[in-house]
Structure formats: structure tokens, C-alpha cells
């Protein structure tokens, strides 16, 4: 227990399902928000002692962060901070929807520590706010934008989805004039997923709806990644951009194999090498803190299959992995036996292989799945 660790806190509630989406949420049961507090709180307390604090990284991820009020908000970081201690100049981030975002709301999460709020605009378009089946009308991402920069959170942050179907290089445009213009130090552009089990997902695999055409994404991408690198906010990771300074913390850690609790329903955690996932649901999950279903046992060490795993997170990022830290966290072996599969990716230009540094090349960003499956 000597690397200090970072806690991830799963916010389940939305106001309804997103077309897109199938992360662990539930709908319309906000009124629930006192009781998952009180789970939250009860299961740090049971896992505290294995948590090398202080922390130095918090992040509030759901469903819909910002369904909390300030107050709560504020009851879990002082919860936090009395067991496991929260670091001077942590990250403690939040991700809002723009609709929740009040000038009221972010002073209050301000004022309870928050540091660096991300905003999920998703798309500034009508037609993207529709393909992507979201509630709030398209001018609501702009107006949470420009509020959050002025409540002036150290890091702000905007999430956009790209690839929709039919989206115009104009309607992107529109989008990363936004994230630009309101000087956001973080953007995310997420490739719409059409192999999960969302609604739209379904919808787009039976042909009822068309999906994304995966060379029309491409171009979009690249258009993103150009426009944001030109104005100061490079790829760190394949979907993130940011000002030097501004990359998320806290996500660095499921990219380099750093520790992490997870608290919450659906949360999962990487601690003193054990790692287990809560359960999905948030009734299953006050279950099991009420001790009426069992906890979610760890996940057997087995040494190849973190590395494998390790390499798939760790080559998402620009900067891709350390070879010679891998071997030395979970053995040679498992390295070694995955350096002919690099060579062939290297060879390929999809990755360059310098003694222990892997990285993917810029070819190769768009591909990354294709070399990911045969590392595993
Ligand atoms: S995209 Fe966000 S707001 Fe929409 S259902 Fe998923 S978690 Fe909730």
C-alpha cells in the first residue's frame, strides 16, 4: 500500500435512459440519492484500510453526477476526506448534465471542493441531440458550457459523441467552436458504440436505424483531433484532448495500472492488485451492503491476463506503455510472449516498438482494436 490511490464514485441516477447509453443507471429515482449517500459512506468505511491515502484523485461518474444536489455532494467529499483523507491540490471532478446546470448548482459543488467539471454537450446540433435520443434541447449544452467557465473551476471539461449517422463536417464544426471558444481545457470525443446493448445500439444491429458509417467517423475524428491539436489541446488518448496540465487524473490511472477503489453500483476497483466489480444494480447493490447478497469476490491474480489488459489501456494513450514497468509490476513473461504480436503491429506501421516503449502511430489510433485482440 504505497502509491496513493484514487476513488471512483458511481452516481447511478439519470433523468431518463440516453438512446446511446447503456451504462449502470436508473430512471426517475432521485429520491433515492439519501440512501445511496449512506451506502457510498458505509462501504468506504469497509474498505478504507486497503485505500493508501490520502487520495489523490476523486471522480463522481454515472448515470449523472450532477442529478446531486450540492449538498450531498459535499456530505460525500467530507465523508471522504475524514477516512481516507482527500490530498492538498487533489482532482475531484464531477460530470454534469447541461440541463441540471444552474449558476446556484455550481457554485455549491464549487464550494463543496469540486475542481474540475466536466460537461457532457454530447452535440450542439438538433439532429444530433435527436439521433442520440437526449432530452435536453441542443442549446442547453452551450448555455451549461459558458456557466461553468465562469463559475471558474480550476480544469473544465466538455464530452462530445462524433460519428453519428449523418452528421455534417459543419455540425462538428459547430460543436468544436463551442468547446474552443469557451476555452475548454479537456474535450472528449467519443466514437458512437454500436456493439453494446444501448437502444440505439439494437435499433441501429435489427436496421431500423442507420449506424455510423466507420470511414465517415474517421474523417470526422481526424477533423476533431487536427482542430483541437491546433488550438492547444493534443490527443493524450485516443478520445481525449487536452491543454499540457489539464489531462484527467483520474482516468491516467485505469490507462497505467494505478490503484483505484470503486464505490457505487456497476464500480469497479484495482486495489494491491485485487480487482472486483460492485453489483449492476443499485437495489442488488444496498443488498449487499445491508448484507443480504454477498460481496463481489476478487478476481484470481493471474499475471497474463493483466497484462494483456494492461497493454490495451496503456496504448490508448498517446504516450503508450513502459514496457520494462510492466514486466516489472507482473513479470517478463507475459510481456515477452506479447512482443512478437507488437513486432507484427510495428511492422505494419501500426505501432512503434522501441526497445520497451510500445506506442501506436497516428495509423494506428483508428485500428487500435485490431492490434488490442490479439494482446489480450
Ligand atoms: S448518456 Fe449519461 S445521461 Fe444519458 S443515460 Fe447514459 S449516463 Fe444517463
Known amino acids: 500500500m504505497d502509491e496513493p490511490a484514487g476513488i471512483y464514485v458511481h452516481v447511478p441516477f439519470c433523468r431518463a435512459r440516453c438512446a446511446y447509453c447503456d451504462f449502470a443507471v436508473v430512471v426517475g429515482k432521485d429520491g433515492l440519492a439519501d440512501a445511496w449517500l449512506d451506502g457510498v459512506l ?24 450532477s442529478r446531486l444536489a450540492p449538498r450531498l455532494v459535499a456530505d460525500l467529499l467530507a465523508g471522504i476526506d475524514r477516512r481516507v483523507g482527500i490530498a492538498a491540490g487533489a482532482e475531484i471532478a464531477l460530470e454534469a448534465n447541461p440541463e441540471d446546470v444552474t449558476r446556484e448548482r455550481l457554485a455549491g459543488w464549487r464550494a463543496a471542493g469540486v475542481t474540475r467539471l466536466v460537461v457532457g454537450v454530447q452535440s450542439t446540433a438538433e439532429r444530433g ?22 463559475a471558474g473551476f480550476r480544469s473544465l471539461g466538455a464530452d462530445l459523441v462524433i460519428g453519428w449517422a449523418g452528421q455534417e463536417d459543419r455540425e462538428l464544426d459547430a460543436d468544436l467552436d463551442l468547446v474552443i471558444g469557451e476555452g475548454a481545457d479537456h474535450v472528449s470525443c467519443y466514437m458512437l458504440e ?10 441501429i444491429r435489427r436496421g431500423e436505424r442507420p449506424g455510423p458509417d466507420p470511414d465517415r467517423a474517421a474523417d470526422l475524428y481526424w477533423r476533431a483531433a487536427d482542430r483541437l491539436e491546433a488550438a492547444g489541446l493534443p490527443a493524450y488518448e485516443i478520445s481525449n484532448f487536452a491543454r499540457p496540465g489539464h489531462e484527467s487524473r483520474h482516468n491516467l490511472r485505469y ?28 437495489a442488488d447493490w444496498l443488498a449487499m451492503l445491508r448484507g443480504a447478497a454477498p460481496a463481489p469476490p476478487p478476481e484470481p491474480y493471474d499475471p497474463d491476463r493483466r497484462v494483456g489488459e494492461a497493454l490495451v489501456f496503456g496504448l490508448r494513450r498517446i504516450a503508450g506503455v ?55
Open 194 to 203: 454500436v456493439d453494446g446493448d444501448a437502444p440505439l445500439a439494437r435499433r
Open 129 to 150: 441531440i435527436r439521433a442520440l435520443g437526449r432530452r435536453a434541447p441542443a442549446g442547453e449544452g452551450p448555455r451549461a458550457l459558458r456557466l461553468a467557465r465562469a
Open 42 to 65: 458505509r462501504e468506504l468505511e469497509r474498505r478504507a484500510d486497503g485505500v493508501a491515502g490520502p487520495v489523490t484523485t476523486v471522480h463522481l461518474g454515472g448515470g449523472t453526477p
Open 322 to 376: 513502459d514496457l520494462a514497468r510492466l514486466a516489472a509490476r507482473h513479470g517478463a513473461d507475459p510481456v515477452e510472449r506479447r512482443r512478437p504480436v507488437l513486432a507484427g503491429a510495428a511492422r505494419e506501421g501500426l505501432l512503434v516498438l522501441s526497445g520497451n516503449d510500445a506506442r501506436l502511430t497516428r495509423r494506428g489510433r483508428l485500428v487500435a482494436d485490431e492490434v488490442f485482440v490479439d494482446l489480450l
Open 255 to 282: 490507462w497505467t495500472d494505478a490503484p483505484y477503489l470503486g464505490l457505487g453500483p456497476a464500480a469497479a476497483s484495482y486495489l494491491a492488485g485485487e480487482r472486483w466489480t460492485n453489483p449492476r444494480g443499485l
